[in-house]
C-alpha cells in the first residue's frame, strides 16, 4: 500500500511512537495527578513533557498554557465558543475547515455572532488587507487557518497577527495542517490560540491534540469536572490548563503524542517540509501526460519556487475521470490511498470552483519516500493513457 492521505491522518507512525504508547500503556499507565502512587506520578510526569516539548516547538512561554485536548476540533470549539460574547463579530476565511466554518455558522445563525468570510485570491491566499478593510469596532475574534487543507497555501499569519493585536482582537490559528510540517511561533507571530492536532504533522496517534492559550485570551471553561487536584473546590479551577481540561486524559495517546513531538523536534520542521516539498515536485516530475490535470496552485510553486509557500498536499483532478471514481480506482487497482471530495472544506472548493465533486487529494508526510511520489505518478501516467 502507498499511502498518501497524511492530510488526513499520518500513517505509519514511526516505529517509536508505537512502541512509546506500549511501553507506556505496560508499565506506567495510571491516572494522572488522581494519587500519589508511582503510576499516577509516572503519567502526570509524562503529560507535563508532553506539554513542554509541544510548548518548545510552537515557541509558548509557559507549558502550563498548552491544553491537551481530543484533536484540533475539540481545540478550536474550545477557543471559538470559549471567547465570543454575544454582539461580536468574527472574521474568518473561504479556507477553513468545517471544524471553524460549522461552530461559527451556528453562532451566526443563532444572532450570537456577525460573521465574515474572507475570499481568497488566485494564490490561494487570504490578503492581510482585506481583513484590515472586514475589521468594525465590534470584531472580537479571527480565525484562520495556518495551511490550507485543500490548497495547502501557507497563510502570512504574522501579518493578520499585528492587525489584530493593534486593533485589541484575538486571533485564533487553526494549525490542523501545519503543527509538525511548518514553523511556529506563537510569540512572534501575535498568536493568541493556536489550535494543533497530535495525529498529522507531530505523528502522534488519534485522540489527542491540545490548544496553546495565549495570556490574552480569557478562554471560558469548556469540560467541567475532575482534574485531580482540589476537590474541595465547587467548580472547576481558574487556572490553566485544568481550566480547560476536566476528566482522564488520553493517557497511552499522549504518550505517543509525546514521542511524535521528540522525534518533529529532533528532525527539525524546515527539514520535513523541504522533505515533503521534494516529494511533491517528483510526483509532479514523474507525470508523462501533466495537461491530463488540473492542479489547485501548486504546480508552479513546486515546479518553479521549490515548494515555497506551501505544505506536503496537492489538490488536483484529472480529465476523464470524477474525484471519487479516481480514488477508487488507486486504492483498487494500485493500492494507493488518496483522498477524494470536499475535504470538509466546501468553501475552499467553492473558492477553486470545484464544488461539490471536490477533487482527489494526495499529501505525503514524515515517513513518504520517492517511491510512493513516483508510484503514484506512474499510476496515473497509466490511467492517462489509456
Ligand atoms: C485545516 C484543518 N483544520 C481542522 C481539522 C480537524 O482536525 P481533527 O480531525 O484532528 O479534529 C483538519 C483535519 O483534517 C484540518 O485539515
Redesign the pocket.
Known sequence: MIYLDN???SYPKPDAVYRAIEEFARTSGGNPGRAGHRLAVEAEAMIDDTRRLAARLFGAPRPERVVLC???????NMAIKGVVRPGDHVITSVL??N??NRPLNRLERDGVITLTRLPASAEHLIDPGALLRAWTPRTRLVAV?H???VTGTIQPVGDYGRIVRERDGLLLV?A??SAGAVPIDVEADLIDLL?F?G??GLLGP?GT?GLVVGERADVGVWREGGTGGDSTDPFQPAELPYHLEGGTPNVFGLAGLREGLRIVLERGVESILTHERALLAAFLGGLRRPETFSFYGADTALRERGGEGRVGLLSFTMTGYAPGELATLLDQHFEIAVRPGL???PYAHRHLGTFPAGATRLSVGFLSTEDDALGVAAALNELSEG
Open positions: 492530510a488526513a491522518t481530543l484533536n484540533a476540533t475539540d481545540a478550536l477553513e475547515h471544524s471553524v487557518t495551511a490550507s487543507n487553526d490542523a495542517q489550535a492536532t495525529h498529522k488519534t491534540g475535504d470538509c472544506a
